[in-house]
């Protein structure tokens, strides 16, 4: 199994970018891809896309194209998440997760990303 | 992208009983690869179901889920108290990942 743990919370400015990290631990970092899915205030889970540790390629929901880009650095067995050009709608618990297999779904603890002027 | 549309959005039940969830998806699930989670307040949500119908690692046999092609559900069998939560399908068969808007089962 692997664990996954996550950079912490963050309050940004409209307009700016917000990068958040999601190290894992525990097994092989190239055997999973890793999903970002966000969730904002007494809303439900939102997909945001994943990347490829192994090939080292990412897909993106339409509703983030062009806004987020999300890479793996196989050396450190990290992945991240960046989100430009922020809005206060972009306030939200920022999950990182793997894909369903067997033996689970893991999740990171989850970051808080606040957008505020 | 294909969409996910839970239903019902609320279900409100006692325990002991049932809990039917709908998870319809505007175009058929690629090979099944449709998952059921378990949202708590507070927590990260936690793996059910996989591949439709196959219970993850530790999850108990009250939980089962059902469906091919575009009609998929999730059948939450003598509801005990830690069972009332908010629960989300997931297509994982495309390209694009998307998740159904969840549905909450809360006590009556």
């Known amino acids: 199994q692997v664990q996954l743990v996550q950079s912490g919370a963050e309050v940004k400015k409209p307009g700016s970018s917000v990068k958040v990290s999601c190290k894992a631990s525990g097994d092989t970092f190239n055997s999973y891809t890793f999903s970002w899915v966000r969730q904002a205030p007494g809303q439900g889970l939102e997909w945001m896309g994943r990347v490829f540790p192994r090939v080292g390629t990412s897909n993106y929901a339409q509703n983030f194209q062009g806004r987020v880009t999300i890479i793996a650095d196989v050396s450190t067995s990290t992945a991240y998440m960046e989100l430009s050009s922020l809005t206060s709608d972009d306030t939200a618990v920022y999950y990182c997760?793997?894909?369903?297999?067997?033996?689970?779904?893991?999740w990171g603890q989850g970051t808080l990303v606040t957008v505020s002027s | 992208e294909i969409a996910l549309t839970q239903s019902p959005g609320t279900l409100s039940l006692s325990p002991g009983e049932s809990a039917i969830i709908s998870c319809r998806a505007s175009?058929?699930?690629?090979?099944?690869?449709l998952a059921w989670y378990q949202q708590k307040p507070g927590q990260a949500p936690s793996l059910l179901i996989y591949?439709?119908?196959s219970r993850a690692t530790g999850i108990p046999d009250r939980f089962s889920g059902s469906g091919s092609g575009t009609d998929f559900t999730l059948t939450i069998s003598r509801l005990e108290p830690a069972d009332f939560a908010v629960y989300y399908c997931?297509?994982?068969?495309?390209?694009?990942?998307?998740f159904g808007q969840g549905t909450k089962v809360e006590i009556k």
């Open positions: 997931q297509q994982y068969g495309s390209s694009l990942w998307t």
């Open positions: 175009q058929s699930v690629t090979s099944g690869f």
């Open positions: 591949r439709t119908s």
């Open positions: 997760a793997t894909e369903p297999r067997y033996s689970g779904s893991y």
